[in-house]
């Protein structure tokens, strides 16, 4: 089981990016809404389409166990009263979660909360039914799913558990955040589903943020960004995705050599700077054309191709299909579901 605990260099969530100028001139000079972000975890996120679902409050008294199935994507949660264990089904070591506490669980195997280590659990379902008048114990928390496209942009690069405690310096605002979403879904009034949408997304931001915070060396481009040469090459290559970067103009905003710059981006990120570029932009032509916001010529200009035939080509290397065949295909899936 991987549990973080960390300590910090550069938090990608700070977008500063050193060498600004630079990167101010280039994407200064564009014209029209550019389709990169100079926040790459915004981006990110961004291209995961999340979607959430809240559970209502859990509470219960005396011995208890929910058991949970494996889940594809992202689970959330915060106990604002009493303690449990969670216990992975897989045979990893149980963890201890204590008032305060929350927790992500990424791409989990089926796993349980239990008030105890040998009570008898119960489907999670009886989440929906659960009201114990004399409660120890509370849990409040949701569920993200996100675009299968992309989805693993995000779930590739953390752990299956990031457990932030409620005496970490980070908690104060996790905990605000955590007893609005317990309010919320007590309280349910008119525009409820839209606020809890919203609290279950800002939950989850603070506690990536958390993680990175938490993590020596976290791993992809989550990682990267911890770093302060490559990650303000990654920032910048991110705000302006169009720009035909060089190898130079990035390892001089990472104030590095270039053959120095070049190891550390491969070894981080596991391509090649023009290797990476590429396929960060056919992610964002994917998602625009999901979503037919773009049309083809736009988008080659957006992505930083000389005419649509050479994105065309581009596009399908990396895809496996045109653009136009792509959009196609992924419009009568959207419409049919």
Known sequence: MCVVVIKTRINPFDCTIHNVESVISYVSSKAGPPLGSSDPIAGAIGLLRPRTEVYPDFSAAGPWALRFDAYEYVRIGGVDRGECWLVFEDGSEPVRLRE?????????????????????PLPARALGDSAAADADFGLCGGQFWFDEANATLLIDVLPRLVHVKAGDRRNEQLAQVAQLLSTEVKNRTVGSSLVLDHLVQILFVHVLRAHVDQTDHPVGWLGALCDDGVGAALRALHADVSHRWSLPELAGIARMSRSAFAAAFKKQLGAAPGEYLIQWRMNLARDALRRNTRSISDLAVATGYESESAFSTAFRRVVGSSPKQYRDATGDRTART
């Open 100 to 120: 305060g506490d929350l927790f992500l669980l990424v791409n989990p195997p089926a796993y349980r909360l239990a008030s105890s280590l040998t009570a008898e």
